[in-house]
């Protein structure tokens, strides 16, 4: 942590699947919270969405509906599947 707080700007990239979500979401809340300039990109974008969600709206169990299946429909899904994305084949 101590790192993250010396930063002028943060970049959270992208990835695929949930593994490091939760890392990815404690680092968004951080510079959110501190004021630290702040850009997602793709998976880093759909982490500050779940974030925010979660942290700010109080929605407890929001996600995406790219990790979690049993999420309750245009309330804890904060970032929908798209339907023409495929589970199997991640970024392509």
Request: glycine fraction near 14%; hydrophobic fraction near 35%.
């Amino acid at each position: 942590w101590e790192r993250l707080r010396k930063c002028d700007g943060v970049v959270v990239p992208g990835g695929f699947g949930a593994r490091g979500l939760d890392g990815k979401n404690a680092s968004i809340e951080y510079v959110r919270t501190s004021g630290t300039p702040f850009l997602g990109i793709c998976l880093g974008m759909q982490s500050a969405v779940i974030e925010y969600t979660r942290n700010v709206c109080g929605i407890e169990k929001a996600n995406s509906a790219e990790f979690e299946d049993d999420l309750t429909k245009d309330e804890e899904d904060a970032v929908i599947f798209m339907p023409e994305g495929d589970r199997e084949r991640l970024g392509g």
